[in-house]
């Protein structure tokens, strides 16, 4: 029997445009975790679309309420 756990860290560098890799990835590994996610505090709740056996904790690093958005999205961590 193995206890073990699989644990990777990925830069998805955008995750809505890295969606099918983190798919695979949920196939392999136990746990992910995800950088520069580049999601806003709204788009947060698509974490947890890419597979429903895994829990899903997401922090933007963009602060909508300060300023209005400009340029690319940045930043992002995601478990």
């Not at 029997?1 to 990835?25: D, R």
């Not at 992910?32 to 709740?45: A, G, K």
């Not at 909508?64 to 940045?74: C, F, K, N, T, V």
């Amino acid at each position: 029997m193995n206890n073990s756990l699989s644990v990777i860290s990925f830069n998805c560098k955008n995750f809505k445009s890295s969606v099918e890799e983190i798919k695979a990835l949920t196939e392999t590994y136990d746990i992910i975790l995800l950088q520069e996610t580049w999601l806003t505090n709204i788009d947060l709740p698509t974490l947890s679309l890419v597979n429903e056996s895994f829990y899903t904790k997401g922090i933007s690093s963009m602060d909508l309420e300060e300023s209005i958005l400009i340029g690319r999205p940045h930043g992002g961590l995601a478990f």
